[in-house]
């Protein structure tokens, strides 16, 4: 395998088994991910974003095909890969500072090593006054920086984002991107990222994949080639909007109703 590439997904096929018939959801999907990429997965609600990523991380059970990570089959969910799931995955029993640590727990750190990490990414994410509130004590938006905090202080070598930032308000999205990236950077983490959202996955991504529907498939890849940070108001930006915008056959029609720009 070449070294360069940390996943790789080929030829896969998943059904789902509703009310006793069988639904192809994802319909033969190929793609590599090299390493210190950030990918994003585009496309209309219910084309199968979630089951792909769910099986990247070894959560969810393919048909057919094979999911390589860093060479070996992805059979069950590992440290190194980190999943933050859209409806967060808090325990509502652990305070925000308790639910950061969990993922540091039974990794060698020493009590205080674990805690250190576990403020600093907190107070990243602009919750340092929360160290102590439970989950059902914050808003959803405060919820999502609490996962964030917690897969983020992980530092796994791939971090996989089900729409990460879909709770929050415009000013705090703008600034955990910027945040990812600087981390990312950084630690030349891999990330695979499914959003709704067009301008994150353009101001995020080295590539975006765009999913087709019914069933799931990768209908287009597209190379995001400018220098990060980019900037969101200028002309280059505008071209990939328009280019992802045509792909979705949007730029001339209203947007179908469960496509959640
Ligand atoms: N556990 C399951 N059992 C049966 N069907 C499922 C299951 N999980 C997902 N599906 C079906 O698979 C299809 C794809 O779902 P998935 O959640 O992957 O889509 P998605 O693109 O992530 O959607 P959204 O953007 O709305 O989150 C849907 O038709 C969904 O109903």
């Known amino acids: ?48 974003k979630s089951t792909l990523l769910n099986i990247i991380a070894g959560f969810e059970t393919k048909d057919t095909g094979h999911v390589l990570f860093d060479g070996e089959e992805v059979k069950e969910s590992s440290r190194k890969g980190v999943m933050l799931f859209q409806n967060y995955g808090l325990l509502p029993w652990r305070s925000v500072l308790k639910n950061v640590e969990l993922g540091l727990e039974n990794t060698g750190l020493t009590k205080a090593e674990i805690r250190k990490k576990a403020k600093y990414y907190i107070e990243m994410v602009g919750l340092d006054d929360k160290l102590d509130r439970f989950p059902r004590q914050l808003s959803g938006g405060m919820q999502q920086r609490v996962a964030i905090a917690r897969a983020l202080a992980i530092e796994p070598e791939l971090l996989l984002m089900d729409e990460p930032f879909g709770a929050l308000d415009t000013i705090n999205r703008y600034y955990l991107q910027d945040e990812l990236l600087k981390i990312q950077k950084k630690a030349q983490t891999t990330i695979v990222l499914v959003t709704h959202d067009i301008d994150e996955a353009i101001y995020l991504s080295d590539r975006i994949l765009i999913m087709g529907k019914e069933p799931g498939h990768i209908q287009k890849e597209i190379k995001i080639d400018t220098y990060k940070p980019r900037d969101r108001s200028g002309s280059e930006f505008q071209h990939y909007r328009s280019l992802i915008l045509e792909e979705f056959h949007l730029s001339m029609t209203k947007p179908p109703i469960e496509f959640n720009i």
């Open 1 to 48: 395998m070449d070294e360069s590439l940390l996943v790789c997904v080929n030829k896969v096929f998943k059904s789902f088994s509703n009310k006793g018939k069988s639904e192809l959801v994802l319909q033969d999907i190929s793609f590599d991910i090299k390493k210190g990429e950030i990918v994003s997965i585009l496309g209309q609600s219910g084309c199968g």
